[in-house]
């Protein structure tokens, strides 16, 4: 018999973003057996009223719990679990409002879930196809696992192994205590995977375009943008540090993230929008030290400077990389056919860097030829090209490991720079 399986939605104020995501799922999901529980803290009755519309249509698959506004979301999510705990599902899987799953995504989980593990981690930013790994210790699901878990939507829970007799109390004061409880679904996460002797974990990885994202109109993306600094600092590691000590190499783990979130074009990206200056710096100096492998003199520099002179230097940086990486006679091409593809072939034509193409996964959707450069699929180029160094320039920080993973299943010696991490 197939694993019952629910999809809770912690929503606020987003009834656009409900209304395209039941467009998309609803039939699928009642096709496949799936139940959807919308968690709505909306300030008005929209969410609500296209909920309504569906019910009415038929769909007994559908569900909406009201929850009061002012509980903060850390809370709200532990609030969902313990709502799941008692439930008759076997599988708990608590995801982002602005993500649709496709029926590929769908069914490779169905699928996985007949295994009957304990946890899945989910990693949804797309590979070339789907991928189900066992995870086969404890510490392979801390290293494997923490920085996709800070995503919600990363983990799908078997309820009666993983969530039932789970001491919320104690939970709670560790990890939804004062300001830094922006993790605290990591301390739920490997609090519980060090009490199971036997844990039995998977990795489930799917095929690009398995989600599809609705872009959100906030600043960056999410409400939390502009306490970035402390977030990726003081909150990252003090989460890390808290974690049992059955996991090893926490210091380690702590950096992991900072070629996303402490780069030195991110560093420029925050002075320019304010939130990084000599306040937050000298609020959180001892936090960015453990975060990051930079010194502390450059994040100083970034705190204190101009976000123009900043930025022609960290370029300056990034092209004498480039130009010594290129005395290995080795070609350049650029991943990405969008803006920031454009803005690194703009940079490397002020500074007389010569470049092959760009390239991308495929060319579905991408135009021939870009700035005068071809276009052409990453598979395509490197089935003819391998002495290469590609430069990837998404938009996404997300994606990048990704990316470089599925370059290197194509051709393992290629050399990577991250554009957006210089």
């Known amino acids: 018999m197939r694993p019952k399986?629910?999809?809770?939605?912690?929503?606020?104020?987003?009834?656009?973003v409900i209304s395209q995501v039941l467009d998309y799922e609803a039939g699928m999901l009642k096709e496949n057996g799936i139940d959807l529980i919308i968690y709505d803290s909306s300030e008005n009755q929209d969410t609500e009223n296209i909920y309504e519309t569906y019910k009415n249509k038929g769909f007994v698959n559908l569900f909406l719990k009201k929850v009061d506004p002012r509980i903060l979301s850390n809370r709200k999510i532990y609030m969902i679990w313990q709502d799941m705990e008692h439930s008759d599902y076997d599988y708990i899987w608590l995801i982002h409002d602005h993500r649709i799953c496709t029926q590929t995504a769908i069914s490779h989980i169905l699928q996985a879930l007949e295994e009957n593990k304990d946890f899945y981690i989910l990693n949804t930013l797309g590979k070339g196809r789907a991928v189900n790994t066992e995870i086969s210790t404890r510490n392979a699901f801390f290293r494997e696992g923490v920085s996709l878990l800070t995503l919600y939507g990363a983990s799908i829970i078997n309820r009666r192994t993983f969530l039932s007799g789970t001491d919320w109390k104690r939970l709670e004061q560790r990890y939804l205590k004062g300001r830094d409880?922006?993790?605290?679904?990591?301390?739920?996460?490997?609090?519980?995977?060090?009490?199971i002797s036997d844990l039995k974990a998977a990795l489930l990885e799917f095929p690009i375009d398995s989600f599809i994202y609705i872009p959100l109109k906030e600043q960056g993306g999410f409400g939390w943008y502009s306490d970035a600094v402390r977030i990726w600092t003081k909150c990252w590691a003090v989460?890390?540090?808290?974690?049992?000590?059955?996991?090893?190499g926490k210091m380690e783990i702590i950096r992991s993230t900072e070629k996303i979130h402490l780069s030195g074009r991110k560093l420029i990206v925050y002075q320019k929008d304010g939130i990084l200056n000599f306040a937050s710096f000298f609020?959180?100096?001892?936090?960015?030290?453990?975060?990051?492998?930079?010194?502390?003199?450059?994040?100083?520099?970034?705190?204190?400077?101009?976000?123009?002179?900043?930025?022609?230097?960290?370029?300056r940086t990034f092209i004498k990389k480039i130009r010594k990486m290129q005395k290995q006679h080795k070609t350049i091409v650029i991943f990405g056919a969008g803006k920031y593809a454009c803005l690194c072939a703009e940079l490397f034509g002020k500074n007389q860097v010569e470049f092959d193409a760009f390239i991308v996964t495929s060319k579905e959707k991408n135009p021939e030829d870009l700035m005068g450069h071809p276009v052409l699929s990453a598979a395509e180029y490197f089935n003819r090209e391998s002495d290469s160094?590609?430069?990837?320039?998404?938009?996404?920080?997300?994606?990048?490991?990704?990316?470089?993973?599925?370059?290197?299943s194509l051709y393992k010696s290629i050399e990577v720079v991250c554009f957006e991490n210089w």
């Open 283 to 315: 609020r959180y100096m001892v936090w960015i030290k453990a975060a990051s492998s930079e010194s502390l003199w450059q994040h100083f520099f970034m705190a204190a400077g101009q976000p123009g002179r900043a930025l022609k230097v960290h370029n």
């Open 181 to 195: 409880i922006n993790f605290s679904q990591l301390g739920f996460y490997y609090e519980r995977a060090s009490q």
């Open 239 to 248: 989460t890390i540090l808290k974690l049992p000590a059955c996991f090893k």
């Open 389 to 408: 160094i590609v430069i990837i320039a998404v938009a996404s920080d997300k994606i990048q490991k990704e990316i470089q993973e599925y370059l290197r």
């Open 5 to 16: 399986l629910v999809i809770c939605i912690p929503t606020y104020n987003r009834s656009r």
